[in-house]
């Protein structure tokens, strides 16, 4: 790393740090969800927004007294269960944003934040962008969770066909742009010859 990235904060340098990791799991591992053709020296790479320090929040979920258990479809047209159990407000160039966030059905106190919004299909994956909170990385001590976009990135879908992705609740899809995080993988992978 240069010198001057001494001078980032310590989550930026995270960030960067794991997509250069992501980077090379996808770009060399035999687990890799990127279709055998597209590994190692034909990998086209991962393209991402710059780190931006006004897609980083600190905020309080705001917890529904009665969490509602949702069917999700998927793209395989499957199904995955999982419980909405609080929202996400905030602001994106000067609107008001909510998500939902949302807990797996195995009752496990992770935070899945699914959203599309108006760069998906065009900058960024159509079907949407992740973010996953874990507690013990993403909550601070005063019960505040940092929800950084910067770190939204795309289903193992966007990658291969094969996977089955759970798509994003009509309750996250965004109206304004959220230019952070993952774009769309530059090769399409949907294509059947």
């Not at 013990?136 to 005063?142: K, L, P, Q, T």
Request: net charge negative; glycine share 6%.
């Amino acid at each position: 790393m240069s010198s001057e990235s001494d001078s980032e904060p310590e989550w930026i340098q995270d960030v960067v740090r794991n997509r250069h990791q992501k980077e090379r799991y996808f770009r060399e591992h035999q687990r890799s969800p990127i279709p055998p053709e597209f590994r190692g020296e034909d990998f086209p790479g991962l393209d991402y927004y710059e780190v931006d320090p006004a897609y980083r929040f600190e905020l309080d979920l705001d917890r529904y007294d009665d969490p509602e258990t949702v069917i999700v479809e998927t793209t395989a047209d499957g199904e995955q269960t999982y419980r909405r159990v609080g929202q996400f407000r905030f602001e994106v160039d000067g609107a008001e944003v909510t998500l939902d966030a949302f807990e797996p059905a195995d009752g496990s106190d992770r935070l899945w934040v699914p959203f599309r919004d108006a760069t998906s299909g065009d900058e960024t994956y159509g079907a949407g962008r992740y973010i996953d909170l874990e507690p013990e990385d993403h909550r601070r001590e005063d019960g505040k969770w940092v929800l950084d976009l910067n770190r939204a990135y795309n289903p193992t879908c966007a990658y291969n066909p094969a996977y089955e992705c759970p798509l994003v609740p009509a309750s996250n899809w965004l109206e304004v742009p959220i230019e952070a995080g993952e774009r769309d993988f530059p090769v399409d992978v949907h294509v059947h010859d």
